[in-house]
């Protein structure tokens, strides 16, 4: 039987995609034959500054916001978020650490980087991690390149990677499969040929669940219910 294909749409700047990623780990542990999972974006802070403005305009701002992901991260020990989160430094936009994820994700296509090293996942991990914990503006370039240099990735093959207008088609691919899919909320698992959707803060049990239930139950057999 062929793996399960999971696409997986998340914000590098959304703190439920944070906390998820380690239930993302933990299914590749439990599921390390079964699932393939497919790394997609959507740009929920695409326009990061007036998203939270407008949004939490009647709620107090940037700082009734940044209270709000500190209370969420007070809820899950395996993260940690700065004290100024959203208050200091703030990323203009999502998509261009989008961009740069698309260009290392290419590379792994084309084989000049292997995919063994999980560069993408890494450098994904990363920068949430230096946005959360450090404040690190990841939508500045410089700042996505010092964080590829500590992991030591290949910095002229991505940047000709952006320079050449690839990344940005995949980009754009990613746009019309939000569409396709009616993507809205970040993080989003979409299983069997888009049949079953998981919406933001889904716990790890039920994620497997349906896993398991696709394994035992799968869409081209006859089923009852």
Known sequence: MKPIRIF????????????????????????????????HFV????????????????R??????????????RKFEHITVHPDIWTHD??????????????????????LVPKSDRVLERTAWAFREAFFTQLANVSDRKVQLTIAERLKLPI?????????GEAYAQLAKDAELVKEHNVTVSPTLIFNEGRQ?????????????????????????????
Do not use: M
């Open 156 to 164: 002229n093959d991505i940047k000709a990677t952006i320079d050449s």
């Open 8 to 39: 997986y749409f998340s914000d590098v700047l959304c703190v439920w995609a944070y906390i998820t990623q380690i239930r993302i780990e933990e299914l590749k542990t439990a599921f390390p034959d079964d699932i393939e999972i497919d790394y």
């Open 197 to 225: 959707k998981l919406n933001g803060n889904v716990g790890y049990r039920v994620i497997e669940a349906n896993i398991r239930e696709l394994l035992n139950n799968p869409p081209d057999e006859q089923s009852w219910c």
């Open 90 to 111: 703030i990323p203009a936009s999502s998509i261009s650490s989008h961009l740069f994820l698309h260009a290392l994700h290419l590379l792994e296509v084309k084989g």
């Open 60 to 73: 107090g701002g940037l700082a009734g916001y940044s209270n709000h992901v500190k209370e969420i991260g």
């Open 43 to 58: 740009p929920v802070f695409g326009n990061a500054h007036e998203k939270l403005e407008n949004g939490w305009r009647d």
